[in-house]
């Protein structure tokens, strides 16, 4: 195990520092086991697979340039396996307990004298056990998780072994970064920048000298600002449609997810539609949210909101190196269009608008600049998405067959990720053993009870599907 402190990348950086009042850079998940799984069988598998990536035995140590991996002396599994009871409120249920704990977890910072990630085990959970995983965002993305996930469960393999650096970090995150950032920035990107300016050339020439000191320089100051306003596609983007699920949040935040649903059946109607997979799901997902809108009292038609939609970049193969290697893309949801049929193809079309943009390179470079400027530009720089998006959403496809942990089999899981500056909400999608589960996230300002939009998600896929099968069909 490397003892000399390791140099955080500056997208780890962004993610560690974006944390406010209203919104902590956690993952949070939620894994219900049958039969149920001891706190003792658990700790010894944490420590035999999860405490071989190295991330989850390092605390975080910040300075004047950024950030480093420190080893932690003082580690102890017990601090991050903790036990949990839950008691339902009266008239209240064992899930909906669940949900309320999960949500003020959610809220809860992770104590930065130690390794950023607590796992909290209710070991007596309708008939099973129930865990709540919590892991800050500076570790790494969603897709580099899940590899952390499949190595846990029984059968799980171990990381491969890292070579040993002779230079620092740096040295590698700027081959990184010139491979995945730099050289596909050509072509309709580069005419993009000399269109709208130096500041993204700028941030570019940048990344590709990762150890320029800069950090709180007044040019780089300029330069943060620069790149607001020239980040063109995301520059020019109008603001999201005002609804109640916009606003200024007050940090409470309340969880909800579906039961599975039959993948088989979105398959079905992906299939007859013409439609992927996703374009069904996102269809249900934005005709839920404007349902949920007209109950309130509000008229959604003609109006659209949007939706920052991670995407890797990075080789499936080098998720166990953990980190984040994302970019963002922004997906508009046509919540105003009440024809499922309609909806559906209105999502496709936007889903094809985004197919080969370079958008998502922008937002991580964006993100990458972020990481090295003072806490109020970056502020500033990343208010850029919160003023476009209504929502994070996420879409991960999961294990086809269920997974097992401690010999228990893992029937249920879900997982939010979170948003970042003002945003409001989490929409999550995950693919399971043969089911899809919806999952939301909100602030309990300005969507105090998101079970009503998670409730709305079926009849919506039922009408798509009824509608679907009355098509004249040749």
Same mark, same amino acid.
């Given at each position: 195990?490397?003892?000399?402190?390791?140099?955080?990348?500056?997208?780890?950086?962004?993610?560690?520092?974006?944390?406010?009042?209203?919104?902590?850079?956690?993952?949070?998940?939620?894994?219900?086991?049958?039969?149920?799984?001891?706190?003792?069988?658990?700790?010894?598998?944490?420590?035999?697979?999860?405490?071989?990536?190295?991330?989850?035995?390092?605390?975080?140590?910040?300075?004047?340039?950024?950030?480093?991996?420190?080893?932690?002396?003082?580690?102890?599994?017990?601090?991050?396996?903790?036990?949990?009871?839950?008691?339902?409120?009266?008239?209240?249920?064992?899930?909906?307990?669940?949900?309320?704990?999960?949500?003020?977890?959610?809220?809860?910072?992770?104590?930065?004298?130690?390794?950023?990630?607590?796992?909290?085990?209710?070991?007596?959970?309708?008939?099973?056990?129930?865990?709540?995983?919590?892991?800050?965002?500076?570790?790494?993305?969603?897709?580099?998780?899940?590899?952390?996930?499949?190595?846990?469960?029984?059968?799980?393999?171990?990381?491969?072994?890292?070579?040993?650096?002779?230079?620092?970090?740096?040295?590698?995150?700027?081959?990184?970064?010139?491979?995945?950032?730099?050289?596909?920035?050509?072509?309709?990107?580069?005419?993009? =920048?000399?269109?709208?300016?130096?500041?993204?050339?700028?941030?570019?020439?940048?990344?590709?000298?990762?150890?320029?000191?800069?950090?709180?320089?007044?040019?780089?100051?300029?330069?943060?600002?620069?790149?607001?306003?020239?980040?063109?596609?995301?520059?020019?983007?109008?603001?999201?449609?005002?609804?109640?699920?916009?606003?200024?949040? =007050?940090?409470?935040?309340?969880?909800?997810?579906?039961?599975?649903?039959?993948?088989?059946?979105?398959?079905? =109607?992906?299939?007859?539609?013409?439609?992927?997979?996703?374009?069904?799901?996102?269809?249900?997902?934005?005709?839920?949210?404007?349902?949920?809108?007209?109950?309130?009292?509000?008229?959604?038609?003609?109006?659209?909101?949007?939706?920052?939609?991670?995407?890797?970049?990075?080789?499936?193969?080098?998720?166990?190196?953990?980190?984040?290697?994302?970019?963002?893309?922004?997906?508009?949801?046509?919540?105003?269009?009440?024809?499922?049929?309609?909806?559906?193809?209105?999502?496709?079309?936007?889903?094809?608008?985004?197919?080969?943009?370079?958008?998502?390179?922008?937002?991580?470079?964006?993100?990458?600049?972020?990481?090295?400027?003072?806490?109020?530009?970056?502020?500033?720089?990343?208010?850029?998405?919160?003023?476009?998006?209504?929502?994070?959403?996420?879409?991960?496809?999961?294990?086809?067959?269920?997974?097992?942990?401690?010999?228990?089999?893992?029937?249920?899981?879900?997982?939010?990720?979170?948003?970042?500056?003002?945003?409001?909400?989490?929409?999550?999608?995950?693919?399971?053993?043969?089911?899809?589960?919806?999952?939301?996230?909100?602030?309990?300002?300005?969507?105090?009870?998101?079970?009503?939009?998670?409730?709305?998600?079926?009849?919506?896929?039922?009408?798509?599907?009824?509608?679907?099968?009355?098509?004249?069909?040749?």
């Amino acid at each position: 195990m490397p003892s000399h402190p390791e140099r955080m990348s500056r997208v780890d950086t962004a993610w560690l520092r974006m944390d406010n009042d209203v919104n902590l850079m956690m993952i949070v998940g939620v894994w219900m086991l049958e039969p149920g799984i001891t706190h003792e069988a658990l700790c010894r598998r944490v420590e035999d697979k999860l405490l071989k990536y190295g991330r989850f035995r390092q605390r975080v140590v910040q300075d004047a340039m950024g950030a480093n991996w420190v080893e932690d002396e003082h580690f102890d599994v017990q601090r991050h396996v903790v036990r949990e009871s839950l008691e339902p409120r009266p008239g209240r249920t064992l899930r909906d307990a669940l949900q309320e704990r999960a949500g003020e977890l959610a809220t809860a910072p992770l104590d930065p004298h130690h390794p950023l990630w607590q796992f909290h085990l209710v070991e007596h959970y309708d008939g099973g056990s129930a865990m709540i995983a919590r892991v800050h965002h500076c570790i790494g993305d969603g897709i580099a998780l899940i590899s952390v996930v499949m190595s846990i469960t029984d059968g799980g393999s171990d990381p491969p072994q890292r070579a040993r650096r002779t230079k620092p970090d740096e040295a590698h995150e700027e081959d990184w970064l010139s491979e995945a950032v730099l050289k596909p920035l050509t072509d309709i990107t580069v005419k993009a =920048i000399g269109m709208y300016g130096s500041g993204v050339a700028k941030s570019m020439e940048m990344l590709a000298n990762p150890q320029q000191p800069l950090l709180g320089s007044l040019d780089m100051a300029r330069v943060g600002y620069q790149v607001i306003s020239d980040v063109a596609a995301l520059a020019l983007m109008p603001d999201d449609s005002p609804t109640s699920l916009k606003g200024h949040p =007050i940090g409470k935040k309340v969880v909800a997810w579906s039961e599975p649903m039959p993948l088989d059946r979105v398959k079905a =109607i992906g299939k007859g539609l013409g439609c992927s997979i996703n374009d069904v799901l996102l269809a249900c997902v934005a005709g839920a949210i404007g349902h949920y809108l007209r109950e309130r009292g509000e008229d959604p038609a003609g109006q659209e909101i949007r939706a920052m939609v991670p995407v890797n970049l990075r080789p499936i193969e080098e998720a166990w190196k953990l980190g984040n290697r994302f970019g963002l893309a922004p997906l508009v949801l046509p919540i105003g269009i009440e024809n499922p049929v309609e909806r559906v193809y209105a999502v496709r079309r936007r889903m094809s608008e985004l197919k080969g943009s370079y958008q998502p390179l922008l937002a991580f470079a964006v993100l990458a600049v972020a990481g090295l400027l003072v806490k109020p530009v970056q502020d500033t720089l990343l208010g850029l998405f919160a003023k476009k998006t209504t929502a994070v959403m996420t879409n991960v496809p999961g294990p086809a067959q269920p997974l097992k942990l401690c010999g228990s089999t893992l029937k249920q899981n879900m997982f939010w990720v979170p948003a970042s500056g003002e945003i409001g909400m989490g929409v999550s999608i995950l693919t399971y053993a043969g089911g899809v589960q919806f999952g939301l996230i909100t602030d309990a300002k300005l969507c105090p009870h998101p079970q009503q939009i998670i409730d709305g998600f079926e009849p919506e896929f039922e009408k798509l599907l009824l509608l679907t099968m009355m098509l004249p069909w040749m």
